[in-house]
T-cell receptor
Framework: NAGVTQTPKFQVLKTGQSMTLQCAQD?????MYWYRQDPGMGLRLIYY???????DKGEVPNGYNVSRLNKREFSLRLESAAPSQTSVYFC????????????FGQGTRLTVV | GNSVTQMEGPVTLSEEAFLTINCTYT??????LFWYVQYPGEGLQLLLK?????DKGSNKGFEATYRKETTSFHLEKGSVQVSDSAVYFC???????????FGGGTRLMVKP
């Protein structure tokens, strides 16, 4: 069972470069999420998509854009990377709203130099 | 807004010791509460959950009881193993939406 798959696993960018983090889930989930994880701060929500065709800002959306390409895929784009975006990024999905378990990918470790 | 506060780590225990990781929350409505665990190099996975007051979630010897009167969801295990070494996150999702709000995480290290 693949679950939630993220690519790439590691990436180093120079300041000002752009890149897209890819995420796909094979569980037919309606909702998908992008989080960043920083030491001592837990996970913070960047953007989420409650259903195909919709996206909404989370707690820390500045500097990011997202695309819900179809029900399976939800990508995160950094248009002009900054050192403050150095973090571990996790994609997650869940069946639907309310009281639902989230399934997480293995993460992308991004370093911006 | 919603928030989750959990004890800072790291927590270092000897094998077979008793574990408690404290978690308190602030939320509107009637949140569901979760404990997620992250093993080294992996993503988070659900450990246990409780969806209403006085519910007890349990899994793999871990337990947590939803205490609405104290807005708490403390994680306990009677006898930890080396394999329990991981980072533990308390989280909630309120009925206002489907977003998970996480605490800062507590690293547990269990020594043989």
């Amino acid at each position: 069972n693949a679950g939630v798959t993220q690519t790439p696993k590691f990436q180093v960018l120079k300041t000002g470069q752009s890149m897209t983090l890819q995420c796909a889930q094979d569980m037919n989930h309606n909702s998908m999420y992008w989080y960043r994880q920083d030491p001592g701060m837990g996970l913070r929500l960047i953007y989420y998509s409650a259903s195909e065709g919709t996206t909404d800002k989370g707690e820390v959306p500045n500097g990011y854009n997202v695309s819900r390409l179809n029900k399976r895929e939800f990508s995160l784009r950094l248009e002009s990377a900054a050192p403050s975006q150095t973090s571990v990024y996790f994609c997650a999905s869940s069946v639907a709203r309310l009281n639902t378990e989230a399934f997480f990918g293995q993460g992308t470790r991004l370093t911006v130099v | 807004g919603n928030s989750v506060t959990q004890m800072e780590g790291p927590v270092t225990l000897s094998e077979e010791a008793f574990l408690t990781i404290n978690c308190t929350y602030t939320a509107t409505g009637y949140p569901s509460l979760f404990w997620y665990v992250q093993y080294p190099g992996e993503g988070l996975q659900l450990l246990l959950k409780a969806t209403k007051a006085d519910d007890k979630g349990s899994n793999k010897g871990f337990e947590a009881t939803y205490r609405k009167e104290t807005t708490s969801f403390h994680l306990e295990k009677g006898s930890v193993q080396v394999s329990d070494s991981a980072v533990y996150f308390c989280a909630l999702t309120s009925n206002a939406g489907n977003m998970l709000t996480f605490g800062g995480g507590t690293r547990l290290m269990v020594k043989p």
